[in-house]
């Protein structure tokens, strides 16, 4: 069979399957309770029928034969949240991202920006403008907290167990559940048929 000449398509070792790359983030939503101190425990109890809430198929890693290198990760909250819980989240939360047991990084999340979402500035004389919904950095696809040094990427092989935690340290709850998406951004590869 020829090789396909419109796909970014390498071979990585001989007797492996052709992949080919692809930009496509890893993400996973999962749900703030309207509570206390919590952890979020990302990428690990994937429902893979729901592609609203992740695109792995597997818990914590990726299947043979892909893999993916890692350049940004982005956090985005829920839009229309309350101001108050949106502050909270953002400067009473940190991030934690390791690769089988090894810490890649750990952050508070208002280090992290939402590489998506609605923006805007409003300026008024009335007393009665309400603010409803904020973001976390200017929402560009480009955005994202680079987790690269140099153009070199995390890499994260097939079968190689991965995990990311948001842990909140919030002394007062939240006033409302709502959702958190986390994305990481990267080349993942696939088999190409």
Known sequence: MAMPGNRR?????????????????????????A?????????SGVNPSNKLVTNLVTNGMLPTPHT????????????????DD???????SFVNFKVSTKDYLTVPVHKIPASCGPVGIATTTKTDT???????????????????IDGISIHLPSNQDFS????TL????????????????????QPVM
């Open 9 to 33: 398509v390498v071979k990585y070792k001989e007797g492996q399957p052709l992949v080919e790359l692809i930009r496509q983030p890893l993400y996973h939503m999962l749900e703030v309770q």
């Open 35 to 43: 509570a206390t101190s919590q952890t979020l425990q990302f990428f």
């Open 68 to 83: 993916f290198d890692i350049f940004g990760l982005s956090v985005v909250l829920e839009f229309g949240l309350n101001p």
């Open 86 to 92: 949106w502050y909270r989240f953002y400067n009473n």
């Open 130 to 148: 309400t603010i409803f919904a904020v973001s976390n950095g200017w929402p560009a696809p480009g955005i994202w907290f680079p987790m690269d």
């Open 164 to 167: 990311l935690t948001i842990q």
């Open 170 to 189: 919030n002394t007062t709850a939240f006033t409302q559940a709502f959702k958190v998406w986390v994305y990481l951004d990267g080349i993942l590869s």
